[in-house]
């Protein structure tokens, strides 16, 4: 499906931005992992189908190692037409107890994370006259909320409408672009909660269970991939009937 693709995630250390590696490589891409821990990211790279796949550590709220990164990719003739946005923090608090640094490094992280990588994807894309696909991993307490969550659904949000906005922007340059809203998954993220707020979440999700990260990894392929070819600004829940 992705034969001759080279794709570019971020996050790619754990959680769903390693079961996207593990997909898009199982389907032909060459996966460029990045991650703010390196070794995490190797972790990833290691354990891949294929050959050719690169492991790179990264602070997308960094732009300047964004920018370093997309340059040395064009200087390398590796301009990656699939871009998969995974990184992201938490910094959960009440409102009354949260401080302004910690809401920052969220949003700078999240929200400036995805555009930084948005941004110099496109430029490569349009300087190569090539296509492309972004995919954009937001949360589906982007549209809900959630107590405890001001700044990382402030953060997700964001990116839902930065999103749309990207994707009218850069239809006519045949650059797609789209988003998930994951609900409770089972990744290192979630697996920080306490237990008795864990099973107050769970009985609220119809299906009963949380995610598997290989789940929302299915539809980050079909996003990434020509099945979806007609479609770009979507934002798409994938929540086991949470808030749906």
């Known amino acids: 499906m992705l034969t001759s693709k080279i794709a570019f ?3 790619a250390g754990s959680g769903i931005g390693r079961a996207s590696c593990q997909l898009l490589a199982k389907e032909g891409a060459t996966v ?8 995490a990211a190797e972790a990833t790279v290691k354990s891949l189908p294929g050959t050719n796949h690169v492991s790179m550590g990264l602070d997308v709220s960094k ?4 920018q370093s990164i997309f340059s040395n990719l064009k200087a390398q003739s590796k301009v990656p037409s699939i871009i998969i946005n995974c990184a992201g923090i938490t ?5 009354v107890d949260a401080t302004k640094d910690v809401f920052q490094r969220v949003v700078d992280v999240n929200l400036g994370g995805t555009f930084s990588v ?11 006259k090539s296509p492309g696909s972004i995919v954009n991993v937001s949360s589906i307490v982007a549209t809900m909320g959630n107590v405890g969550q001001c700044s990382y659904g402030a953060s997700k949000a964001g990116v839902v409408g930065f999103t749309k906005s990207l994707a009218l922007e850069m239809a006519k340059y045949n650059i797609r672009c789209n988003a998930v809203m994951p609900g409770f998954t089972d990744t290192p993220m979630v697996q920080a909660v306490p237990e008795k707020v864990k099973a107050l979440i769970l009985a609220q999700i119809p299906l009963q269970r949380m995610a598997a990260p290989e789940e929302i990894a299915e539809l980050i392929l079909f996003l990434a991939s020509d099945k ?17």
């Open 9 to 11: 995630i971020t996050g």
């Open 32 to 39: 460029i992992a990045t991650d703010l821990k390196s070794s």
């Open 63 to 66: 732009d300047e190692q964004v």
């Open 91 to 95: 910094g959960d608090s009440f409102l």
């Open 118 to 128: 948005a941004q110099n994807a496109c430029k490569a894309l349009m300087e190569a």
């Open 228 to 244: 979806s070819s007609y479609m770009t600004g979507t934002a798409i829940p994938i929540s086991g009937g949470l808030y749906s």
